[in-house]
Structure formats: structure tokens, C-alpha cells
């Protein structure tokens, strides 16, 4: 007998939309592993990239799969998320929908709770046209750029002076920005020159290389505090560095960039290779949600958002990490992963009908900088560390944070063959690494214009199979025919006879 009964049907999951897959977005994902909950991470890159290593990429010593593992293969074994590629183009606070785009196909996917995690880009202060001879320091792009664009400068400098030229103009290096990354880029390009290539090249002395460190502000790491910033001053020039402090760039081209000084000097540094390494500029989507809400921006482009890291008038969304201006905290991995994961425990106490948590709290872990080989300043707490003994913290910090076993270890070998040795595993280049993304940015519509609008292509193999099985079938008639009226090879037989 047919029972009358409807199916019970399952309650629909809370949907919880998390974007970005870097610190915040991973560690706010992996935080709600067992929640009753239905997680999609949104990313417009499908890895998760561990920023403090990229200047490791650029200089040669590590791979970026090494600091850059699959999101999809790390969140696989965690049923309650899916991992969506796109890059987030609107967020609908009233309809509570999160729209991205990958090469010009759009996804709509809504939230009950959504962790905005979308971090920050390079900030140029209103000079973006610098962008294209000065990389910045954000992503695998920029690093396998900057990689190509250093080594080859070493390239193209021995073929100048293989034919008697002047190669100043390649072998000087400018990097902007007295920050840990500008520390450790100068650092690392002082070690490249003065250790890695010496023996490499017949026409150039590679130990003759200029690295230059500008900043703007008058000492090197300022929140580092003035004693540690001496500290690291004095180490970088004794590898060599030129540490240029108070200056500002006015102006940057291909070949070189333009510096004023604080008592009216200018200074024109012939440069070819030029890595910026000042400034961050919150990710766009910050503005999106201040427009929908009234939140405050910062000069940065970071929200204001309550103690508590939700949206004013919006406690079903939390922006957590580098998008954030909140009690002044600092732009590191520690403010999103703790961030992230007291949202994660928010959206879940909600969820379980629990009392609210008490308002977010960062616990500083401290900060560190490595400056060369063995050589590196750490702040923990009120203690200052310097040296080797810095250095040591550094190595195993890094790499409890570097994810995956795998990875791990491998970034050990490389590390052991750079450190120990003088070799660097990772200088391979290619002309696209270098040249392709300033050709892409050509493009009106970027990668985009490359491919079919959505459904063309299905549309154009519809003609072309319609057409195609039109001249199939006239070419089998014509077989038939020719069979069929015995003048198949006839013509040729009297063309044979003449
Ligand atoms: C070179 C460098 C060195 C650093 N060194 C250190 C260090 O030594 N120690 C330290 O603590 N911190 C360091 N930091 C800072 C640290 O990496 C950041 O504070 C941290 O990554 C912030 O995490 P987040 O989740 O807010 O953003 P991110 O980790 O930047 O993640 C943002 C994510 O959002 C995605 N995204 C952005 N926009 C969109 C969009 N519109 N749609 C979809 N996805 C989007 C990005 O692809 C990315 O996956 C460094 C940063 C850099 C750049």
C-alpha cells in the first residue's frame, strides 16, 4: 500500500560564504570544520599564499608551490566546505549574496554569515602608472616577476659588458620600502650578488652590484622600535646595502627613479630593477561594504567595524585581517588567523544559541625580520632578539606555519642547500614570467578578451557540427555516385593512356 506520508525534508544548513583563501579566509574556514554549517570559500586564486616567504620565491630560494598549496587539496578532507574560484565583484548586504566572476562567468552564491577576508594589494599612493616598473610584493605573480626581472638584469648586464658597455644601470637595485619585506628583499639581493653569483658570470663582477633601500621615513623597521631599526641599519650595510633614509620617490621609469630628499635635495638613481615594497591599500571590497553601510574607511582603505568584527547593523557579516581598522592593530597573520577564528566561533555560538563572546582580542605574538643568512631581529613581547639566535626563531616559526608536511620539509632541503650552501635551487625564468603580465594588462578586458564570452563557444560548435555534418553527408553522396556510375578512376585511365 502507497503511504501517504510526504518525504520529510532535511532543514536547509546555515550557509556561511567566506572570502578569500589567505590567513583569515583558510584558518576561518578550517575553524568551523565541525559546525553544522555549509561553508563555500570564495578565492580569485585557487592556492593559499604564505606572504611572508615570497621574497624567498623571488630571490630564488624556495618554489612557490612550496609557500603557495592548493586550497582545494588542503580543505579536502573537510566534507562541510567547497572551494569556488572568482574573484568577488559585489557583495549584496539586503540580499545577502556574494557575486564573483572568473573570465567573465558570474556565480551567485548566498550567506546567512559571511567572513570578509580579501586582505590588501600594494598601495603606489596614488601613483598606479609606477606599478608596471616597480613590482610590489603580494603575490606568486609578482614574485616569479620579480625573480625574472632580478636574475635577468644579472643576464643582461654580463651580455653589456661582454661587448665593452657600461652595466651600471642593471646592476643597481632599488628596493622602496624599509618594512621586514624591503629588509628582507635588500638583504636577500646583498647575499645574491656577494655570495650566490659571484662565480657565475666571466664579464661582470657580480660582487660589484648596488642595492639601494629607500624609505621615506627616517628609520629602518620602525615597528621594530629605534633599537632594533639601528641594529638592522648597521647589519644591512655591512652586507653592502646602501640604506637611504628620508627619502621620498617622486617619479620611477624603466630606467631609473627619482628620489627628493627632506631639505629639498633630488637625486635621480639609475636603476633598472626596481621592487616596491611600500605601502598597503585594503582590498576594494572594504569600500563596497562601508558604501551599503556607512562604515568608516581609514586613509588605507580599511573599515571600521564593531569589537566584535561584524558591520555596523550587520551582525551576520565580519571582515577579519589586513581589511580592518580596528585599536590600531598591525597588518600580520596573527591579527587575521585569530580574527577568522573568533568569527568562525561566533557564527557557531549563534548557530547553537549561545551567549555572544566577549569583544575580539589580539594576542601579540611578536614580529620578526630576517636580514641575511643567520642574521635576523625578533620583538617578542618587551624582549628584543638579534642575530643568529633571532634567526633560529624565525626558522622554526616559519616553519611550523608553512602548510603541509610535504612542504615542509622540502622548504628545509631548499633552505639547508641556500643557507649552508651558497646555491640557490629555485632560479629557473621564463621571458612570460617578466613580460606576460604587462601584455595582459593591455588587454580592455585582461585575460578575459582571450577567452569565448560564456555560451559562445557552445554556440559556435553547434554551427560547426551542423555544417560539418552537411559536408559529410555531400561527400558520402558523391562517393556513392562516383561508385555507383563506374567513374571512379576512369579519368585517370585516359589520363594515363595520353
Ligand atoms: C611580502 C609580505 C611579507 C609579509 N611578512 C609577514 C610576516 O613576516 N609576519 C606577519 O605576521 N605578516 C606578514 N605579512 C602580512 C600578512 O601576510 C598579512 O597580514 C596576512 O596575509 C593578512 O591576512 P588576510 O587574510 O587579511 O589577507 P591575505 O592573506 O592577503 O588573503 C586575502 C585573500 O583574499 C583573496 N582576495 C582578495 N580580493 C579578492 C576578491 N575580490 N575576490 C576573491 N578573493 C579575493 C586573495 O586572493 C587572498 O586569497 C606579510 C605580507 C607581505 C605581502
Do not use: C
Amino acid at each position: 500500500m502507497a503511504s501517504s506520508q510526504q518525504p520529510t525534508q532535511r532543514p536547509r544548513r546555515h550557509r556561511v560564504v567566506v572570502i578569500g583563501s589567505g590567513f583569515g579566509g583558510l584558518f576561518g574556514t578550517k575553524a568551523l570544520k565541525r559546525a553544522d554549517v555549509d561553508i563555500t570559500l570564495v578565492a580569485r586564486t585557487g592556492h593559499h599564499l604564505f606572504q611572508p616567504l615570497l621574497y624567498q620565491v623571488a630571490t630564488g630560494i624556495l618554489s612557490q608551490g612550496e609557500i603557495a598549496p592548493s586550497t582545494r587539496e588542503i580543505l579536502s578532507r573537510q566534507d562541510n566546505a567547497t572551494v569556488l574560484l572568482g574573484e568577488v565583484t559585489a557583495i549584496d548586504l539586503e540580499a545577502q549574496t556574494v557575486t564573483s566572476t572568473v573570465l567573465g562567468q558570474d556565480t551567485v552564491t548566498a550567506y546567512d554569515s559571511l567572513i570578509v577576508a580579501a586582505g590588501a594589494t600594494q598601495s603606489y599612493f596614488g601613483n598606479d602608472h609606477f606599478a608596471e616598473d616597480a613590482p610590489g610584493m603580494k603575490s606568486i605573480d609578482d614574485a616569479l616577476e620579480l625573480r625574472g626581472r632580478i636574475f635577468g638584469a644579472f643576464e643582461l648586464a654580463e651580455l653589456g659588458a661582454s661587448r665593452g658597455e657600461n652595466v651600471d644601470h642593471l646592476l643597481t637595485f632599488v628596493v622602496v620600502g624599509a618594512g621586514p619585506t624591503g629588509v628582507e628583499m635588500a638583504g636577500q639581493i646583498a647575499e645574491l650578488a656577494n655570495r650566490t653569483l659571484k662565480r657565475d658570470f666571466r664579464y661582470i663582477n657580480t660582487r660589484n652590484a648596488r642595492v639601494v633601500l629607500l624609505d621615506a621615513a627616517p628609520q629602518v623597521l620602525p615597528p621594530f622600535g629605534q633599537k632594533l631599526g639601528e641594529h638592522t641599519k648597521k647589519d644591512l650595510e655591512k652586507l653592502g646595502v646602501e640604506v637611504v633614509l628620508g627619502a621620498m620617490v617622486t617619479d620611477l621609469d624603466e630606467r631609473g627613479i627619482d628620489v627628493a630628499y627632506k631639505d629639498g635635495r633630488t637625486e635621480r638613481i639609475v636603476a633598472v630593477t626596481k621592487i616596491w615594497a611600500a605601502g598597503v591599500q585594503a582590498s576594494p571590497l572594504g569600500r563596497t561594504l562601508a558604501e551599503q553601510t556607512g562604515a568608516p574607511l581609514d586613509r588605507a582603505g580599511r573599515i571600521g567595524v564593531n569589537p566584535d568584527l561584524t558591520l555596523p547593523g550587520h551582525p551576520e557579516v565580519f571582515v577579519v585581517g589586513d581589511m580592518i581598522a580596528l585599536d590600531n592593530l598591525p597588518g600580520v597573520a596573527q591579527v587575521a588567523i585569530q580574527g577568522a577564528k573568533y568569527a568562525a566561533k561566533a557564527i557557531e555560538r549563534r548557530i547553537e544559541g549561545k551567549p555572544p563572546q566577549r569583544p575580539f582580542k589580539y594576542f601579540d605574538k611578536g614580529s620578526m625580520a630576517t636580514i641575511s643568512r643567520f642574521k635576523a631581529v625578533a620583538l617578542i613581547g618587551k624582549v628584543r632578539l638579534t642575530g643568529f639566535v633571532a634567526w633560529l626563531a624565525w626558522l622554526g616559526l616559519h616553519l611550523v606555519y608553512i602548510t603541509g608536511f610535504k612542504n615542509q620539509l622540502t622548504a628545509l632541503m631548499h633552505w639547508f642547500v641556500s643557507f649552508l650552501g651558497r646555491g640557490r635551487a629555485e632560479r629557473t625564468t621564463t621571458e612570460q614570467q617578466i613580460f606576460a603580465r604587462a601584455a595582459l594588462q593591455r588587454l580592455k578586458g585582461g585575460a578575459a578578451d582571450l577567452v569565448s564570452a560564456p555560451g559562445a563557444y557552445d554556440r559556435a560548435q553547434e554551427i560547426l557540427e551542423v555544417s560539418r555534418r552537411a559536408e559529410l553527408e555531400e561527400r558520402a553522396l558523391e562517393e556513392v555516385r562516383l561508385t555507383d556510375s563506374g567513374e571512379r578512376g576512369s579519368h585517370l585511365d585516359r589520363a594515363d593512356q595520353r
